[in-house]
């Protein structure tokens, strides 16, 4: 729908949130490696503020989904707050929104991507905003996340790849996700994992199925591919979740007037 189609996208509660709250982590992050501090939580909250009312869309306070709009802006700056207050502080960053690129075997085409965190100790952190918890087995199947580790595996092993390949899994870093989670009250999940061999072939595999999937013009539902759960809460997240025809929530969004 994007990239083929071009339709334009209209932020879904759950995608704006995660946007904002990204934007004021990303901000404070890049703060405290410049001066050691992070950032006070009125200073995040107008980052915050700044990013929520520019994507808001027109409309919005009267529409069928006001209602889900204003919990969903109160529930996302209580998680950010939290976060700033009691995890931030441990976190002393190394690079932020890092940059990478590289080959993947029997790929034409370079994967290039932004990791959003990498800690002094060489531990890849993502952030995730969501209404409940993650399964704890989302860092073993999460494509984007080995995609980060391996991007940063690429970076610090250098020139000692061969092109063409992908690194060998001592230097693939160690992986965590931050669940930033709006729950009431909210709370912040933290999921740890690494990746071998094994891990490396999945991925390889997987991108090789997805390039081949997109120069066919094949598009199927994610929860169509082989082992992959039903889950809505991807939908919700997705900014074509009210639009789109194999939507897991485009229904009950419309149906519940804006109830969760």
């Known amino acids: 729908m994007r990239y083929v189609d071009r339709v334009p996208t209209t932020d879904?509660?759950?995608s704006l949130v995660g946007q904002a709250v990204h934007a004021a982590l990303e901000r404070d992050f890049l703060e405290k490696r410049r001066n050691g501090y992070d950032l006070d939580v009125d200073e995040a909250a107008e980052i915050y503020d700044d990013v929520w009312y520019s994507r808001l869309p027109p409309g919005?306070?009267?529409?069928?989904?006001?209602?889900?709009?204003?919990?969903?802006?109160?529930?996302?700056?209580?998680?950010?707050?939290l976060y700033l207050t009691e995890v931030a502080p441990g976190v002393t960053p190394h690079l932020v929104e890092h940059r990478f690129r590289f080959d993947i075997p029997g790929v034409q085409v370079q994967l290039v991507g932004t990791v959003d965190l990498i800690d002094r100790n060489g531990v890849v952190i993502d952030h995730k905003t969501?209404?409940?918890?993650?399964?704890?087995?989302?860092?073993?199947?999460?494509?984007?996340?080995?995609?980060?580790?391996?991007?940063?595996?690429?970076?610090?092993?250098?020139?000692?790849?061969?092109?063409?390949n992908l690194p060998a899994p001592f230097f693939i870093p160690q992986v965590r996700v931050d669940v930033l989670v709006r729950e009431d009250p909210p709370f912040v999940?933290?999921?740890?994992?690494?990746?071998?061999?094994?891990?490396l072939e999945y991925f390889a595999s997987r991108a090789a199925d997805i390039v081949r999937g997109i120069e066919a013009s094949q598009f199927d539902p994610f929860w169509q591919a082989p082992n992959r759960a039903v889950d809505p809460q991807i939908c919700r997240r997705c900014p074509y979740g009210q639009i789109c025809d194999a939507s897991l929530v485009r229904d009950d969004l419309l149906e519940d007037g804006g109830q969760d």
């Open 12 to 14: 879904s509660p759950a």
């Open 60 to 81: 919005t306070a009267s529409g069928p989904l006001s209602n889900q709009f204003e919990e969903a802006y109160a529930s996302g700056q209580s998680v950010l707050d």
């Open 130 to 164: 969501s209404w409940r918890a993650y399964p704890e087995s989302y860092p073993d199947r999460d494509l984007q996340l080995q995609c980060y580790a391996i991007g940063y595996g690429v970076f610090r092993a250098g020139s000692r790849i061969r092109p063409g």
């Open 189 to 199: 999940q933290q999921l740890n994992g690494t990746y071998g061999r094994d891990d």
